[in-house]
Each structure stands twice: as structure tokens, then as C-alpha cells.
């Protein structure tokens, strides 16, 4: 774990829950999920991780699935699948890391409704509209906002009946004020940045931070260095999105979904190159190098935090309370 914070934060820290929202681990069968430890090692209780996206077929995403889940199992001795905010405290308390899954876009449903509930009994607990692109259910941030569809009204509603958390991010502003206004349950951008203080088409509107906040749910700030400025991540610049948020709606409704993609030993560049359309011209991916936040980054946040007035409880919210908090709220939720 990085030293470089105070004393007082570093006790705050390793006491506090640690909640990345999103990891941009690449989504692929192959991938040796002991990349984890990037994580674990930095004090982390819980991440989402990636299983898929709409750049991929929905096969991809179930073969994906079926690997992590077996990794994670075989290593129960370290790791947690976990299906409840009681399995997080739980792996918390026994020095353990916890995590489950999330699903980049709803090509992964390939038109069937029934797939929800499938992939929550896999351990889903999370899931995003769109990818930058329109699909049947929602329009994308880079593409043209066609709103929320019925089809991905009747979505919303079963994210919310089998407990699997509506997450706005990547999806286009219209969109995601209309999936806010259709869930009963508490939304999240789990990884997506305010435009107020970096304008990138990724990022997202004032107009749509106060809707999330106005259901209860989260913003989780996004490491990608591209849409945190000129490629540039450093704490002091995520930092000042995470208090443009705070002062906006409240530091109970600020968190963090770093994004950070860790070295994989598999061509991603294939599956990107194959579609450059879900990345277009004029939006800074052809950044050479782009940086991420890292994990290691996340105990000297903390100490930025303290520095910039916020108190103990605003803290341990923004580093996990505030989305376990919503966790709570929606995995509570049962199929009937």
C-alpha cells in the first residue's frame, strides 16, 4: 500500500470499506484474473469486474463469465464471489477480496429479457445500458440519443425486481435521465466524470448528477486519464472532479470507479481495431499512452480528501459507504 498519505489517513483508509465500482480489466477467457492482486494489495475490500461489452457477442460474455467465476471460486482462499453486501463485510473481516461482475451494455441480453436473472444467479450485479453506441435498449454517448426503448424499459424493471444495479455510464445524456426516471431503485454512474470540469462526450452533465443523486445512487470517478483532462492523472485532477461533484449534490453520493486496466497478456488491440467505430475521431482515444489512475493511487486520495475539509464520514462513504449503500439497497432485492 502507497505510504505517501498522513498517518491519520492511513488509519482511516485501512479501516474504511474500499469500493472500486469498475475495473477495465478486458473481458476474455484467457485473462489470469491474478492481475486481482493489483488491487487486493493495495487494500481494496470489493471491485466490479468486467465480464463484457457491446463490442462483443453475448457467447463471448457467457464464456467469460464461466471462466472468472471458476478462477474465483478455485481461489476462495483469497477471494470472494460476492452476492451480498453481508459476503463483502464478511471477506472485509476476514482480510479477504471480494468482487462480482458487470456487463458493458445490453447486446449481452441478445434480445432476451429472461438473461437478467441468468446472469445475476452467475454473480452480475451490475449492469450498463449502452457502450458508446445505441443498441436495442438504449442509446450510447457516442451516438445518437434514441432514448430509453420499451425493451429496455421493461429492463430497468427487472434489474430492479432480481437486484442488479442500473448503471448509467456510457450511455447517452436522454437516455440516462429516462432510465433514472424509470428505476425504483437507487442509479449509478459507476465510472464516469463530470463535463463541468473536463468536456469529453464520456463524461456527463450536471442535469444527470443531480438525477442520480435525486434516486440515492452514486457517481464513481473515472481514472481514464482522457476524461479526467490532457491525459492527465493525477490525484489533485481527480480530486477536483470528485468535490465538483460533492459540491453538487453531496459527498454522499461521490465515489470511485477507477477504470484501471492492468496489463493483459492477449491482443486487445484486435477486437479494437475491428470496430473503431465505438471509439470515434475527435475524442481524444487516439491519445498515445493514455494513463490510468491506479489503485496505488487510492490511499493518497483519501489524504486529499481530509486535506480539502471533508470529515471521517464523507471520507469512508466516498472510499466504499456511499456504494455499498446502494448495494444494500438493490441486491436486497429477490426474483419472485
Not at 469498475?22 to 491474478?34: I, Q, T
Not at 452476492?83 to 434480445?111: P, Q, W
Not at 471509439?279 to 487510492?298: C, E, F, M
Request: glycine content about 10%; aromatic content about 8%.
Amino acid at each position: 500500500m502507497s505510504v505517501t498519505a498522513s498517518s491519520r489517513s492511513l488509519e482511516l483508509y485501512s479501516d474504511a470499506l474500499i469500493w472500486d465500482a469498475h475495473a477495465g480489466v478486458f473481458p476474455d477467457p484467457k485473462v489470469d484474473l491474478a492481475l486481482l492482486h493489483d488491487w487486493r494489495d493495495q487494500g481494496v475490500d470489493y471491485l466490479s469486474v468486467n465480464v463484457g461489452f457491446d463490442v462483443m457477442g453475448w457467447q463471448q460474455t457467457l464464456a467469460t463469465l464461466a471462466a472468472y467465476r471458476r478462477w474465483v471460486l478455485r481461489h476462495d482462499d483469497d477471494f470472494v464471489l460476492a452476492g451480498s453486501v453481508d459476503d463483502i463485510d464478511r471477506a472485509k473481516r476476514e482480510g479477504k477480496f471480494a468482487l462480482s461482475f458487470d456487463i458493458e451494455g445490453m447486446n449481452a441480453l441478445n434480445g432476451n429479457i429472461d438473461m437478467v436473472e441468468l446472469y445475476h444467479a452467475l454473480g452480475v450485479r451490475q449492469m450498463l445500458f449502452a457502450y458508446n453506441l445505441k443498441n436495442d435498449a438504449a442509446g450510447g454517448c457516442h451516438d445518437d440519443d434514441v432514448g430509453l426503448t420499451d425493451f429496455g424499459k421493461s429492463i430497468v424493471r427487472e434489474m430492479n425486481r432480481v437486484g442488479v444495479i442500473v448503471d448509467c455510464s456510457h450511455a447517452a445524456c436522454r437516455t440516462t435521465l429516462e432510465i433514472m426516471a424509470e428505476s425504483s431503485k437507487p442509479v449509478v454512474f459507476s465510472h464516469s466524470n463530470p463535463s463541468a470540469v473536463w468536456n469529453h462526450q464520456r463524461n456527463i452533465r450536471d442535469e444527470q448528477i443531480k438525477a442520480c443523486a435525486e434516486t440515492g445512487g452514486v457517481v464513481g470517478m473515472n481514472g481514464m486519464g482522457i476524461f479526467l483532462g490532457e491525459n492527465d492523472t493525477s490525484n489533485e485532477t481527480i480530486l477536483r472532479h470528485a468535490c465538483h461533484v460533492a459540491e453538487l449534490v453531496g459527498a454522499e453520493h461521490v465515489g470511485f470507479g477507477l477504470d484501471f486496466s492492468p496489463e493483459v497478456d492477449i491482443d486487445v488491440g484486435a477486437i479494437l481495431r475491428s470496430r473503431p467505430d465505438f471509439w470515434p475521431a475527435g475524442n481524444r482515444y487516439d491519445t498515445p499512452a493514455i494513463k490510468h489512475v491506479s489503485p496505488s493511487q487510492l490511499p493518497g486520495l483519501a489524504d486529499g480528501l481530509l486535506h480539502r475539509g471533508f470529515d471521517e464520514t464523507e471520507i469512508r462513504g466516498i472510499l466504499g459507504g456511499n456504494f455499498r449503500r446502494v448495494a444494500s439497497a438493490v441486491w436486497a432485492a429477490r426474483p419472485s
